[in-house]
């Protein structure tokens, strides 16, 4: 099972230092991979019809994914980059395969692209995707179909509800098809997971939760043809469970077959990025004996 951390910009300020210096360490720690939450717009909450009800709102910073791990790939060498997850459908779907491919080849293939299709309704229109957010976890199928053949062919002719590529392609082509997992907390995600992902990143689940969905996950793998072997799956510990709960949910995860874990040391009281910092380094004493 492989060990990763969640970035913590929501208490980091923006600070662009705090970015090189969280993903250094982690490498020198050993961790496998890197997680950045996305969000492009911050939006007020209040007065809005239908009503916002993520956990994010205008007060909270957050640093552009793939932007990021432009930077990263050039100031660390092992560890890999994950999005969790970039919202897909409000962006351009060959600007996404373009930026995707140069971070994977800046990087030597390090990057997995974890992508969902949002709740913030006032971002897409902001993005200029006004009517998309009714039909987003349809137009993110057919990002997705679409981003896997510009990776693989140099010039393809393209036709969906969503897109007219007209005999163009985004060279220089990846050395790899790019890994993309999925995220999500309904049904609809977990099924189209099952059908077109290569792995599930669970968040804000507790781990009786994600075991539980995890098995019916993997149902849904096989009745759609696909076994279980090469999907992966990822569970979120929150830092603030504490050192008592710790051992527990590692070892349930392990148990259950997850072939990823994350923590998150958002929501646990640090001010600094020393102190996070400090803190993925405690989690991975445990998870190093356990």
């Known amino acids: 099972m492989k060990a990763g951390v969640i970035y913590p910009q929501t ?3 923006g600070d662009v230092a705090a970015v090189k210096a969280f993903a250094q360490a982690a490498e020198a720690m050993g961790y496998d991979h890197i997680v950045i939450y996305d969000h492009v717009l911050g939006a007020e ?3 809005r019809e239908p009503k916002l009800r993520g956990p994010y709102m205008d007060t909270d910073p957050f640093h552009e994914p793939l932007i990021t791990y ?17 919202v897909l459908p409000q962006r351009q779907t060959a600007l996404v395969a373009k930026q995707a491919a140069d971070v994977d080849l800046f990087s030597g293939g390090r990057l997995r692209l974890g992508v969902g299709v949002g709740w913030n309704w006032v971002e897409f229109d ?9 039909k987003r976890g349809r137009r993110q199928e057919a990002q997705i179909a679409l981003m896997r053949r510009l990776w693989a062919e140099r010039v393809i002719d393209h036709t969906d509800d969503f897109h007219r590529i007209d005999r163009a392609g985004i060279l220089p082509l990846p050395k790899r098809q790019i890994p993309i997992w999925l995220g999500g907390s309904t049904d609809i995600a977990y099924e189209r997971a ?3 992902a290569d792995g599930f990143l669970f968040s804000g689940r507790t781990q009786a939760d994600a075991v539980e969905i995890k098995g019916r996950i993997e149902g849904m793998l096989e009745e759609n043809g696909r076994g279980g072997e090469g999907f ?3 569970s979120i510990q929150p ?4 050192a008592n709960r710790w051992p527990g949910d590692i070892a349930a995860w392990r148990e259950a077959g997850g072939s990823h874990i994350s923590v998150v040391t958002m929501g646990a009281g640090f001010e600094t990025v020393d102190a996070h910092i400090d803190a993925i380094g405690n989690w991975r004493k445990t998870y190093e004996a356990g």
């Open 11 to 13: 208490e980091l300020g």
């Open 45 to 47: 909450h209040l007065g």
């Open 70 to 86: 432009a930077y990263l790939a050039g100031v660390t060498s092992t560890i890999e980059l994950v999005t969790g997850v970039l």
């Open 126 to 134: 902001g993005l200029e995707m006004p009517g998309t957010f009714k």
């Open 194 to 196: 099952a059908r077109i």
């Open 232 to 234: 992966g799956f990822e």
């Open 239 to 242: 830092y603030s469970n504490g």
